[in-house]
């Protein structure tokens, strides 16, 4: 069974930064050819798509909302995702998630695999 | 992008009733839609993917139905655990990968 457990969130200023992680359980990024990604949910707001990394190749797709202020990578030796974000605002404060994609080899991605989550608080 | 509309907002039913939801695309998604549910303090579940294929362990009182622009999850009798939010998603025209705004089953 994958396990996701993500980590970093916190409280941060506006114009700050902040780098979340998510370790991987009962999955090996060398080993898979799964694209991962993070997903965020405002305070009782819905879901939206922030990032993706895929499998093997290391392209990165980003929503519109935070291109430029954020960079999403993966460390295949520790089964770890990253998002490094920057240019913190206020509206970035969410709950983020990441997500696994549930088929190899594409990023037109359903998640089947998600984390509990962490929560970035962007205030003064 | 695809903007995906979820309707009802919310939907109030009693244990045992017929919940269903619709999910508009902006735009044809083809079949590559999927449903998921959430529950307060928690991740969201992959229930539906493809339209109408239910992921690994998902009860058979949820399907998936449409093509196209318009899409349907319809939970044949609900459960206590079913009342919940539930998304759907597309992940035919990207980036970016969208959700629709959720729709809430509530208890009557």
């Known amino acids: 069974e994958v396990q996701l457990l993500e980590s970093g969130g916190g409280l941060v200023q506006p114009g700050g930064s902040l780098r979340l992680a998510c370790a991987a359980s009962g999955l090996s990024f060398s080993s898979t050819n799964y694209a991962m990604a993070w997903v965020r949910q405002a305070p009782g707001k819905g879901l939206e798509w922030v990032s993706i990394?895929?499998?093997?190749?290391?392209?990165?797709y980003y929503a519109d909302s935070m291109t430029g202020r954020l960079t999403i990578s993966r460390d295949n030796s520790k089964d770890t995702l990253y998002l490094q974000m920057s240019s913190l605002r206020a509206e970035d404060t969410a709950i983020y998630y990441c997500?696994?994609?549930?088929?190899?080899?594409?990023?037109?991605?359903?998640?089947?695999?998600w984390g509990q989550g962490t929560l970035v608080t962007v205030s003064s | 992008e695809v903007v995906l509309t979820q309707s009802p907002a919310t939907l109030t039913l009693s244990p045992g009733e017929r919940a269903t939801l619709s999910c508009r695309a902006s735009?044809?998604?083809?079949?590559?839609l999927a449903w998921y549910q959430q529950k307060p303090g928690q991740a969201p579940r992959l229930l539906i993917y493809?339209?109408?294929n239910r992921a690994t362990g998902i009860p058979a009182r949820f399907s998936g139905s449409g093509s196209g622009t318009d899409f349907t999850l319809t939970i044949s009798s609900l459960e206590p655990e079913d009342f919940a939010v539930y998304y759907c998603q597309q992940r035919s025209n990207w980036p970016p990968l969208t959700f629709g705004g959720g729709t809430k089953v509530e208890i009557k």
């Open positions: 735009q044809s998604v083809g079949s590559y």
């Open positions: 997500a696994k994609c549930s088929l190899t080899g594409t990023t037109r991605c359903n998640f089947d695999s």
């Open positions: 990394i895929t499998g093997r190749t290391d392209r990165t």
């Open positions: 493809d339209v109408s």
